[in-house]
């Protein structure tokens, strides 16, 4: 009769390891994806905190940088949900909640012809990085359902607009430098991909068909510059072969 119980207990307790043992792997399994998220969270702020830096050097609008403060917001909300005992998270999302209301979506928005491209390649680089870093967040709110589609086409356009700007004013300045250095075929290239840029605008704005007027004048003139340099060269090549000849069948002198 004991044997039986003894077996009863073993099995029991064997039953009840496997249970807390499989209860323990569930709580840990469960922490592990909450710090992962909260680690994620973390991330999408800092993301869009350094995006939010460059706004005193980009010209977007208040709606947007309201977008990008609603981001944080949120992510703000989903660490206190995860665990509410992380310092300060309160008082971050009130902060947040008080700085979005500051924010003035109805303003209009800075004007892009007020934009000057940055002095060394290297902020340059860092300008064309930031804004599309603009764009992808705000593709980013749009998929998650956070932005209205009409919103997001009207902001992703101006942002668009504004990459554009930045990359035919680099190939520009650029293309003026080789012409400085009277390097016409460089320069040629140069203006001829800021001219194509333009051209593949389906929907030209007033700066778009203006500077193209710019650039195709600018362009016409290396052309012709170039022209008048080939014709030179093989005028004063042919010269040079007529001298080769004239020397080869003139008279040989008599010593």
Do not use: C
């Not at 909450?34 to 709606?63: G, H």
């Not at 599309?132 to 359902?145: D, N, Q």
């Not at 956070?146 to 990359?167: G, I, P």
């Not at 704005?205 to 600018?218: F, P, S």
């Amino acid at each position: 009769m004991i044997f039986p119980i003894i077996i009863i207990l073993i099995v029991s307790l064997v039953v009840v390891a496997i249970v807390v043992n499989a209860l323990q792997q569930h709580r840990e399994k469960i922490e592990a994806e909450r710090r992962t998220e909260i680690a994620k969270q973390k991330s999408v702020i800092d993301e869009t905190e350094n995006v939010l830096m460059t706004i005193d050097t980009i010209p977007v609008s208040q709606k947007l940088i309201a977008i990008l403060h609603t981001r944080v917001l949120n992510a703000l909300k989903v660490i206190f949900e995860l665990n509410p005992s992380i310092p300060e998270i309160r008082q971050r999302i009130k902060q947040s909640q008080e700085r979005i209301k500051m924010i003035n979506i109805n303003a209009q928005s800075p004007s892009q012809d007020s934009f000057s491209l940055p002095d060394s390649d290297k902020m340059v680089i860092q300008y064309i990085q930031a804004v599309k870093k603009f764009r992808v967040l705000l593709r980013s709110e749009h998929a998650k359902g956070k932005v209205d589609t009409q919103t997001f086409t009207h902001e992703d356009r101006a942002l668009a607009s504004l990459q554009l700007r930045v990359n035919v004013e680099t190939l520009a300045k650029r293309g003026n430098a080789a012409l400085q250095s009277n390097m016409l075929g460089s320069a040629r290239q140069y203006f001829e991909k800021a001219i194509a840029a333009l051209e593949g605008q389906t929907q030209p704005d007033q700066y778009n068909i203006e500077r193209k007027a710019q650039l195709d004048e600018q362009l016409r003139t290396i052309q012709d510059n170039l022209k008048n340099a080939n014709a030179q060269d093989r005028a004063k090549k042919q010269e040079e072969e007529r001298d080769e000849l004239d020397e080869l069948f003139a008279p040989k002198k008599k010593w």
